[in-house]
């Protein structure tokens, strides 16, 4: 079980948006700053956003995350088959004193 | 160009011990703080340890405290993770990462196998 909260599975057609949401409490998103990666087996997980909102250089601008109270979400636009991936929130618990991660959404493009 | 190589994985009998290492090159390494974060198959990214720049300080998750250790060697720029008293649950691929969750996680490497078995 983790601490964070995200849907096991998300899907939608390309060229369209989809939303994954992570869902924590105070003692972690709430008071600490949500990075979300994009995670294909077999590879190294990819950095898509840091600080809630900010994006590497290299990230295409179609990837957006937000955060509001103690939920956060990644967006993602304009969708392609390459997209398809598992991707993770993560934050640290400022209770556990430790990092922690969502169960990860398993991104499907149709 | 920053590259983090994972090595020591590999096949361990329950109640085992192995060190991996992470030999880093391309950044700074003392100046960063450093991640394990393992992921067992089938599931999801679940974060191990951490420690500081100088390695002064260090985090564990819950379920790794007391059996697992996070070192570094700034000198050798590698970081290190002795893992004792494994259990078939810690069978997963380790990846080592800079940063650390309080921030986030920017370089990973490849990752490197660690199998708990009889």
């Known amino acids: 079980q983790s601490v964070l909260t995200q849907p096991p599975s998300v899907s939608a057609a390309p060229g369209q948006k989809v939303t994954i949401s992570c869902s924590g409490s105070s003692s972690n998103i709430g008071n600490n700053f949500v990075s979300w990666y994009q995670h294909l087996p077999g590879t190294a997980p990819k950095l898509l956003i840091y600080d809630n909102n900010k994006r590497p250089s290299e990230i295409p601008d179609r990837f957006s995350g937000s955060k509001s109270g103690t939920s956060a979400t990644l967006d993602i636009t304009g969708l392609q088959t390459g997209d398809e991936a598992d991707y993770f929130c993560g934050t640290w618990d400022s209770s556990l004193s430790a990092g922690v991660f969502g169960g990860g959404t398993k991104l499907t493009v149709l | 160009e920053v590259q983090l190589l994972e090595s020591g994985g590999g096949l361990v009998q329950p109640g085992g011990s192995l060190r991996l290492s992470c030999a880093v090159s391309g950044f700074s390494f003392s100046n960063y703080a450093m991640s394990w974060v393992r992921q067992a198959p089938g599931k999801g990214l679940e974060w191990v340890s951490g420690i500081s720049g100088s390695g002064d300080s260090t985090w564990y998750a819950d379920s790794m405290k007391g059996r697992f250790t996070i070192s570094r060697d700034n000198s050798r720029n590698t970081l290190y993770l002795q893992m004792n008293n494994l259990r078939a649950e810690d069978t997963a691929v380790y990846y080592c990462?800079?940063?650390?969750?309080?921030?986030?996680?920017?370089?990973w490497g490849q990752g490197t196998l660690v199998s708990v078995s009889s």
């Open positions: 990462a800079t940063g650390i969750l309080t921030g986030y996680l920017k370089h």
